[in-house]
């Protein structure tokens, strides 16, 4: 490992790259700027010398991201919408496609009336509840996951993002400890099918939360399980948004009409053409 910051950088880059990883630079940018402790744009000029335990500590993080353990938790962290998150092993990684889902629920956030509920279902590191805390601050949020240690993750973002007043963190494997009804329900459930899990890539396949991403024989076991208990969990007029799979949509709108009534029920797709989100305001269950 070279020893000025400048070459270091030149050298992660390098052997990211050979090891098929896209976006090297800034990768390796982000590495350098951890073990400094300075802002990505502070290493630019590059020109200091690292020390010896910099250069171990580097040396170290290269190893780990070449057996394509996830920057985020090499990093510690992630950027998600105009915020960071603290992600690490065992927590579900914040995608960019779920920023979607959290603009559209804070866009049906901003409507509601003050003292309204909102809950996040399988919260994760926190994303979707904190960014609807962050937009609303008179309206609660309760947060459930089955993971505890998730759920301390997802509690200590909350805390240092100022909203952690607002949200409740609660254990429950989907509503089984959720008594409330709510106005607006968002999930980022598990949608991928238990099959597809090992083609996913390495750094999802082989080290993130298994429990977050399978959603059994066809992906739908969750996000089904949500369309038919959710009903009961809304307020008449009460918001659906959950994260789904391209090409469940079809499947999960007839699901979720045999159940429940809606005023609107809609699949959506993310900034890359897929199908990504489902939006569906309930008027309660069929009966
Ligand atoms: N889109 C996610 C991924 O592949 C899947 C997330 C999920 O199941 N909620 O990485």
Same mark, same amino acid.
């Given at each position: 490992?070279?020893?000025?910051?400048? /070459?270091?950088?030149?050298?992660?880059? $390098?052997?990211?790259?050979?090891?098929?990883?896209?976006?090297?630079?800034?990768?390796? %940018?982000? &590495?350098?700027?951890?073990?400094?402790? $300075?802002?990505?744009?502070?290493?630019?000029?590059?020109?200091?010398?690292?020390?010896?335990?910099?250069?171990?500590?580097?040396?170290?993080?290269?190893?780990?991201?070449?057996?394509?353990?996830?920057?985020?938790? +090499?990093?510690?962290?992630?950027?998600?919408?105009? *915020?960071?998150?603290?992600?690490?092993?065992?927590?579900? &990684?914040?995608?960019?496609?779920?920023?979607?889902?959290?603009?559209?629920?804070?866009?049906?956030?901003?409507?509601?009336?003050?003292?309204?509920?909102?809950?996040?279902?399988? $919260?994760?590191?926190?994303?979707?509840?904190?960014?609807?805390?962050?937009?609303?601050?008179?309206? !609660?949020?309760?947060?459930?996951?089955? #993971? @505890?240690? #998730?759920?301390?993750?997802? =509690?200590?973002?909350? /805390?240092?993002?100022?909203?952690?007043?607002?949200?409740? *963190?609660?254990?429950?494997?989907? *509503? /089984?400890?959720?008594?409330?009804? *709510?106005? +607006?329900?968002?999930?980022?459930?598990?949608?991928?099918?238990?099959?597809?899990?090992?083609?996913?890539?390495?750094?999802?396949? !082989?080290? @993130?939360?298994?429990?977050? +991403?399978?959603?059994?024989?066809?992906?739908?076991?969750?996000?089904?399980?949500?369309?038919?208990?959710?009903?009961?969990?809304?307020?008449?007029?009460?918001?659906?948004?959950?994260? &789904?799979?391209?090409? /469940?949509?079809?499947? +999960?709108?007839?699901?979720?009409?045999?159940?429940?009534? =809606?005023?609107? %029920?809609?699949?959506?797709?993310?900034?890359?053409?897929?199908?990504?989100?489902?939006?569906?305001?309930?008027?309660?269950? $069929?009966?």
């Amino acid at each position: 490992m070279p020893g000025r910051i400048a /070459q270091a950088i030149r050298f992660l880059r $390098t052997r990211l790259a050979e090891a098929g990883i896209e976006d090297a630079h800034r990768e390796s %940018l982000l &590495i350098v700027s951890h073990v400094l402790g $300075t802002e990505p744009a502070a290493v630019l000029p590059g020109d200091g010398e690292l020390d010896h335990g910099q250069r171990e500590l580097l040396m170290a993080l290269l190893e780990k991201r070449l057996r394509r353990f996830p920057l985020p938790y +090499l990093l510690g962290w992630v950027g998600f919408l105009d *915020f960071v998150l603290c992600v690490r092993p065992g927590v579900f &990684i914040p995608r960019p496609e779920t920023e979607g889902l959290a603009e559209r629920a804070v866009e049906v956030a901003r409507d509601l009336p003050p003292g309204s509920l909102a809950l996040d279902m399988g $919260t994760g590191s926190g994303a979707l509840a904190i960014a609807i805390a962050r937009a609303r601050r008179d309206i !609660r949020v309760v947060a459930v996951d089955v #993971s @505890e240690w #998730s759920l301390r993750c997802a =509690w200590e973002n909350a /805390q240092r993002l100022g909203v952690a007043d607002r949200v409740e *963190f609660r254990v429950s494997d989907l *509503f /089984q400890h959720v008594p409330e009804r *709510f106005s +607006l329900v968002v999930a980022n459930p598990p949608y991928v099918p238990s099959e597809g899990i090992g083609h996913l890539p390495p750094e999802v396949s !082989r080290h @993130e939360p298994r429990v977050a +991403l399978d959603g059994g024989a066809a992906g739908e076991e969750i996000l089904r399980r949500i369309l038919r208990e959710a009903p009961a969990h809304l307020v008449r007029g009460g918001w659906l948004l959950c994260e &789904i799979g391209d090409g /469940q949509g079809e499947n +999960l709108v007839r699901f979720a009409k045999e159940v429940a009534n =809606w005023v609107e %029920l809609r699949v959506e797709e993310d900034l890359g053409g897929r199908e990504r989100y489902l939006v569906g305001r309930c008027w309660g269950p $069929t009966t």
